[in-house]
């Protein structure tokens, strides 16, 4: 089994910023794409960052420019830098894996997902 856990979320002002962190651990062969997603209250879940094994970043638009994403491949990490915070980045924050297991299928991971609260 593989477990994703999360850290870093809280209650940050307008214009601040946030670092949030994902460790992934367990029976893990290779982990491809890594990368966080949110959910706002009476919204969908959506992307906001990925990262590829080799590198590769893709950011949803509203986040284009103020969020940077970065892996540590050896460590099974995830991180994401977060400045220029606005109210509407208030959410909560999941990482996803793309993991090939020792004893399971190619498949995705979730963690348990961190709050984060933009607020004056």
């Known amino acids: 089994q593989v477990q994703l856990v999360e850290s870093g979320g809280g209650l940050v002002q307008p214009g601040g910023s946030l670092r949030l962190s994902c460790a992934a651990s367990?029976?893990?062969?290779?982990?491809?794409?890594m990368g966080w997603y949110r959910q706002a209250p009476g919204k969908q879940r959506e992307l906001v960052a990925v990262?590829?094994?080799?590198?590769?970043?893709n950011y949803a638009d509203s986040v284009k420019g103020r969020f940077t994403i970065s892996r540590e491949r050896a460590k099974n990490t995830v991180s994401l830098q977060m400045s220029s915070l606005e109210p509407e980045d208030t959410a909560v924050y999941y990482c996803?894996?793309?993991?090939?297991?020792?004893?399971?299928?190619?498949?995705?991971?979730w963690g348990q997902g961190t709050q984060v609260t933009v607020s004056p």
């Open positions: 996803n894996a793309d993991v090939f297991g020792y004893s399971t299928s190619r498949r995705d991971y």
């Open positions: 367990g029976s893990i062969l290779r982990i491809y794409g």
């Open positions: 990262i590829t094994s080799d590198g590769t970043t």
